[in-house]
């Protein structure tokens, strides 16, 4: 299948080794990967502060990128950005020309709908969920709260680290509750930010594992500079690095 | 902790997370409730199927307030009582404080009711020259305490059984103990005393039901039946989005909303009541009240995207699932209305300008969305309202500017900018964000520019706590590297490396 990779600002600049691992995870279950160098952010930051007009800006310009290319699937290894795709429609409900913003709708639902996070993509649409990774150690893996709430991911990264051999998966307490990222809210209230990961990490220290896995590199950038800070052992990874281990 | 306000949310916040025994309380208490509510939730099989028909029921009655409240008003009237419309607080409290005036009231017992904690009915009610007690074990003990509720159904979560020990022998002299059901019949022996004496009743209302007239409030204690039945008057106040059409509408109400809040398959009492008394013999009060409250209400129900958060049925499930709410508690909140659905109706309450930092107290994880009976999307209620406040603040630093302009002194161009520079700050912030982002060149370059500044701070392959004069420079690298450690900026990024071989290396067993 032919897929477009949304590789996504964060792991592009400071974690590139996730969108590698992407690409071969894709190339190895048969996928011929483009990669657009137009691309840069999807708008979340934006969005999620309140500056619409700002984030409206960058979406029409990814929804034209994505309608220049034939690509089946738009794929991404983050549930959060995907989720901010999955939004685009309702970016264009109240302000300008209400034919113009219909218009757009229509282009931003088309989009969306090629649009999927890495793990979604590869068990709903591809039915794979053995990429025969390999990958020695304990891991366990923390819900991403955009990837879970708005785009129902819950089984798939589960059964796809399942199938990881040599893997011992365990459950996470409370895997589903948030790490406390939340995007600006992690620097706008970094007390409270950091109070709510604490709780995570007390979860992850006590699930005994060498590596903590997730599908979103900002919750992981989260995680893993508490880890990090702590002295902690425990690797912070990416779903992605997980399944190109072989 | 009760007289916080909701504009210095942030120290407010910073407070609280030092406080351990409110955080021990607190996660105790809502990591119980969430259980209980997950338990109760899946013990229906149509819980969703539910949550559904409530939501539609509740845009119905949004959607024709107007007729429905004029069908209630006409039943409860036919069956003897009597109802009063408020636009706001201080109206609501001038009929509350007259009735109890006309009637030599001198004694008032409350159950819990936040609508009463929205109008502060209680310091009016004491102005008057009034003694009134509340009746619901929670709200008794932070009465006592001279706090504010810190919840939404369970007033006092943020307290220890060992402070409420405490503070039941300063205040009632009793011997310390911390054996629950002693301190339990401590407190029923006071309220007996005070229900016996009383001349006055006030109640709040869970639903409310036009076709009948009836209102309905929930209980777990039985303070709720002797506040409405004992006294010669009872007065029951609520807002006007309490509304309900049908009287069957309640079995789908009555089915969510305790499952919700404490994870209940139905409360211990159910008080219906439907006029006053029509015999002698018959029990209850000779004068029935009912207060139908705006404050700010119908202003939420004519925007169409904050319309929803009128569905709200005050579970508290939210408040039990947020992550900001279970490090922090409901009084940093500075509102009556803490966590999400606080943040999205305090702003309508008490103006967005000075509730602006609600909003953004959230991370926007979804869980309130999950956990509500009536499906509130709360996060993008929240996003709708971070956009307005980005509007407000537009609005406000063009006027500001304006100002500046025609008074052109120094002190007025400080005076604006000061009070606006933060935003001011942000705006361009993510105005230049917008500039980069949208040319791919420039976003490359602020990349190489980026990578050149980080080396003075980059150890061992990470970014450790900036402080000094770089975190002033750029406060988020401060507030980020305080506790957390931060990767830097690659070597290569991963566009640079795709040019430099990845698309062309087709090779699937290649290592990275």
């Given at each position: 299948?032919?897929?477009?990779?949304?590789?996504?600002?964060?792991?592009?600049?400071?974690?590139?080794?996730?969108?590698?691992?992407?690409?071969?995870?894709?190339?190895?279950?048969?996928?011929?990967?483009?990669?657009?160098?137009?691309?840069?952010?999807?708008?979340?930051?934006?969005?999620?502060?309140?500056?619409?007009?700002?984030?409206?800006?960058?979406?029409?310009?990814?929804?034209?990128?994505?309608?220049?290319?034939?690509?089946?699937?738009?794929?991404?290894?983050?549930?959060?950005?995907?989720?901010?795709?999955?939004?685009?429609?309702?970016?264009?409900?109240?302000?300008?020309?209400?034919?113009?913003?219909?218009?757009?709708?229509?282009r931003a639902r088309a989009v969306a709908e090629r649009t999927f996070e890495l793990s979604s993509f590869l068990v709903r649409v591809l039915k794979i969920d053995d990429v025969g990774a390999r990958w020695p150690g304990r891991v366990t893996w923390h819900d991403a709260c955009h990837a879970l709430r708005d785009l129902n991911v819950h089984s798939e990264p589960r059964r796809l680290i399942g199938n990881v051999r040599e893997a011992e998966f365990v459950e996470l307490d409370n895997a589903d509750s948030c790490c406390g990222f939340g995007g600006t809210f992690s620097v706008k209230y970094p007390e409270i930010s950091v109070a709510i990961l604490d709780q995570k990490i007390e979860a992850i220290e006590k699930a005994g594992v060498q590596a903590v896995v997730s599908g979103d590199a900002s919750c992981l950038m989260q995680i893993g500079g508490r880890l990090s800070r702590k002295g902690s052992n425990v690797r912070a990874m990416h779903l992605a690095e997980l399944l190109a281990s072989r | 902790m009760s007289h916080?306000?909701?504009?210095?949310?942030?120290?407010?916040?910073?407070?609280?997370?030092?406080?351990?025994?409110?955080?021990?309380?607190?996660?105790?208490?809502?990591?119980?409730?969430?259980?209980?509510?997950?338990?109760?939730?899946?013990?229906?099989?149509?819980?969703?199927?539910?949550?559904?028909?409530?939501?539609?029921?509740?845009?119905?009655?949004?959607?024709?307030?107007?007729?429905?409240?004029?069908?209630?008003?006409?039943n409860a009237e036919q069956r003897g009582a009597k109802v009063h419309w408020a636009r706001d607080a201080s109206e609501a409290n001038q009929i509350v404080c007259d009735l109890a005036r006309q009637q030599g009231v001198r004694n008032v017992v409350k159950s819990k009711s936040m609508v009463t904690e929205e109008i502060h009915l209680n310091d009016a009610l004491q102005a008057s020259g009034m003694e009134v007690i509340e009746t619901d074990l929670g709200e008794y003990i932070i009465q006592l305490a001279g706090e504010a509720p810190s919840h939404i159904i369970v007033p006092a979560i943020h307290k220890t059984k060992g402070q409420i020990a405490e503070l039941f022998t300063a205040k009632l002299g009793i011997e310390p103990t911390d054996d629950v059901d002693k301190l339990t019949s401590v407190a029923r022996n006071v309220l007996r005393q005070r229900f016996a004496n009383a001349d006055l009743g006030i109640s709040g209302v869970n639903f409310a039901v036009a076709e009948t007239g009836t209102i309905l409030i929930l209980e777990n204690e039985g303070n709720v039946r002797l506040t409405t039945s004992l006294p010669k008057v009872h007065i029951a106040l609520m807002g006007i989005e309490k509304i309900l059409p049908r009287f069957v509408d309640l079995d789908v109400f009555l089915k969510l909303l305790p499952r919700s809040g404490t994870g209940q398959q139905l409360t211990t009492y159910q008080s219906l009541i439907t006029g006053t008394k029509r015999r002698p013999e018959d029990e209850g009060p000779e004068q029935l009240h009912i207060v139908l409250l705006d404050n700010g209400r119908s202003r939420m129900l004519a925007h169409p995207t904050t319309r929803q958060a009128l569905a709200c049925i005050r579970c508290g499930a939210c408040l039990n699932a947020c992550p900001v709410y279970q490090q922090i508690g409901g009084h940093a909140y500075g509102s009556v209305y803490p966590g999400p659905i606080g943040a999205v109706i305090t702003p309508q309450l008490i103006g967005l300008g000075k509730a602006s930092?609600?909003?953004?107290?959230?991370?926007?994880?979804?869980?309130?969305?999950?956990?509500?009976?009536?499906?509130?999307?709360?996060?993008?209620?929240?996003?709708?309202?971070?956009?307005?406040?980005?509007?407000?603040?537009?609005?406000?630093?063009?006027?500001?500017?304006?100002?500046?302009?025609?008074?052109?002194?120094?002190?007025?161009?400080?005076?604006?900018?000061?009070?606006?520079?933060?935003?001011?700050?942000?705006?361009?912030?993510?105005?230049?964000?917008?500039?980069?982002?949208?040319?791919?060149?420039?976003?490359?370059?602020?990349?190489?520019?980026?990578?050149?500044?980080?080396?003075?701070?980059?150890?061992?392959?990470?970014?450790?706590?900036?402080?000094?004069?770089?975190?002033?420079?750029?406060?988020?690298?401060?507030?980020?590297?305080?506790?957390?450690?931060?990767?830097?900026?690659?070597?290569?990024?991963?566009?640079?490396?795709?040019?430099?071989?990845?698309?062309?290396?087709?090779?699937?067993?290649?290592?990275?």
């Amino acid at each position: 299948m032919r897929v477009a990779l949304f590789v996504t600002c964060l792991v592009d600049q400071m974690w590139p080794s996730v969108g590698v691992s992407t690409l071969e995870v894709l190339r190895r279950v048969g996928c011929t990967v483009e990669f657009d160098e137009r691309q840069t952010c999807c708008g979340q930051p934006a969005f999620n502060t309140g500056y619409s007009a700002e984030a409206r800006q960058l979406a029409e310009r990814f929804i034209q990128m994505c309608e220049e290319s034939e690509a089946e699937a738009i794929v991404s290894p983050s549930g959060s950005c995907t989720a901010m795709v999955h939004h685009y429609p309702a970016l264009f409900d109240n302000a300008g020309d209400a034919q113009e913003n219909h218009e757009w709708r229509r282009r931003a639902r088309a989009v969306a709908e090629r649009t999927f996070e890495l793990s979604s993509f590869l068990v709903r649409v591809l039915k794979i969920d053995d990429v025969g990774a390999r990958w020695p150690g304990r891991v366990t893996w923390h819900d991403a709260c955009h990837a879970l709430r708005d785009l129902n991911v819950h089984s798939e990264p589960r059964r796809l680290i399942g199938n990881v051999r040599e893997a011992e998966f365990v459950e996470l307490d409370n895997a589903d509750s948030c790490c406390g990222f939340g995007g600006t809210f992690s620097v706008k209230y970094p007390e409270i930010s950091v109070a709510i990961l604490d709780q995570k990490i007390e979860a992850i220290e006590k699930a005994g594992v060498q590596a903590v896995v997730s599908g979103d590199a900002s919750c992981l950038m989260q995680i893993g500079g508490r880890l990090s800070r702590k002295g902690s052992n425990v690797r912070a990874m990416h779903l992605a690095e997980l399944l190109a281990s072989r | 902790m009760s007289h916080l306000t909701t504009e210095t949310f942030d120290s407010n916040a910073r407070a609280a997370l030092v406080d351990t025994q409110l955080r021990g309380a607190l996660r105790n208490a809502t990591s119980l409730f969430g259980k209980r509510r997950l338990a109760a939730a899946r013990g229906l099989e149509n819980w969703e199927d539910l949550r559904t028909q409530a939501r539609a029921i509740k845009d119905d009655v949004l959607l024709h307030l107007d007729r429905y409240l004029e069908e209630f008003v006409s039943n409860a009237e036919q069956r003897g009582a009597k109802v009063h419309w408020a636009r706001d607080a201080s109206e609501a409290n001038q009929i509350v404080c007259d009735l109890a005036r006309q009637q030599g009231v001198r004694n008032v017992v409350k159950s819990k009711s936040m609508v009463t904690e929205e109008i502060h009915l209680n310091d009016a009610l004491q102005a008057s020259g009034m003694e009134v007690i509340e009746t619901d074990l929670g709200e008794y003990i932070i009465q006592l305490a001279g706090e504010a509720p810190s919840h939404i159904i369970v007033p006092a979560i943020h307290k220890t059984k060992g402070q409420i020990a405490e503070l039941f022998t300063a205040k009632l002299g009793i011997e310390p103990t911390d054996d629950v059901d002693k301190l339990t019949s401590v407190a029923r022996n006071v309220l007996r005393q005070r229900f016996a004496n009383a001349d006055l009743g006030i109640s709040g209302v869970n639903f409310a039901v036009a076709e009948t007239g009836t209102i309905l409030i929930l209980e777990n204690e039985g303070n709720v039946r002797l506040t409405t039945s004992l006294p010669k008057v009872h007065i029951a106040l609520m807002g006007i989005e309490k509304i309900l059409p049908r009287f069957v509408d309640l079995d789908v109400f009555l089915k969510l909303l305790p499952r919700s809040g404490t994870g209940q398959q139905l409360t211990t009492y159910q008080s219906l009541i439907t006029g006053t008394k029509r015999r002698p013999e018959d029990e209850g009060p000779e004068q029935l009240h009912i207060v139908l409250l705006d404050n700010g209400r119908s202003r939420m129900l004519a925007h169409p995207t904050t319309r929803q958060a009128l569905a709200c049925i005050r579970c508290g499930a939210c408040l039990n699932a947020c992550p900001v709410y279970q490090q922090i508690g409901g009084h940093a909140y500075g509102s009556v209305y803490p966590g999400p659905i606080g943040a999205v109706i305090t702003p309508q309450l008490i103006g967005l300008g000075k509730a602006s930092q609600l909003p953004y107290a959230s991370s926007l994880c979804g869980a309130c969305r999950e956990v509500c009976p009536v499906k509130i999307d709360i996060p993008e209620l929240l996003l709708h309202l971070r956009a307005e406040i980005t509007d407000r603040k537009q609005e406000q630093e063009q006027a500001g500017g304006r100002r500046q302009e025609q008074a052109g002194g120094r002190r007025q161009e400080q005076e604006a900018g000061g009070s606006f520079k933060k935003r001011t700050g942000e705006r361009f912030a993510f105005r230049l964000f917008a500039a980069v982002m949208t040319r791919p060149r420039t976003y490359e370059f602020s990349v190489k520019v980026g990578r050149l500044l980080q080396r003075s701070i980059v150890r061992r392959g990470k970014i450790g706590r900036v402080g000094g004069m770089l975190a002033q420079l750029a406060p988020p690298l401060g507030a980020w590297t305080n506790a957390r450690d931060m990767r830097p900026i690659a070597e290569s990024t991963f566009r640079e490396q795709w040019r430099a071989g990845l698309r062309d290396d087709t090779d699937p067993g290649s290592d990275t």
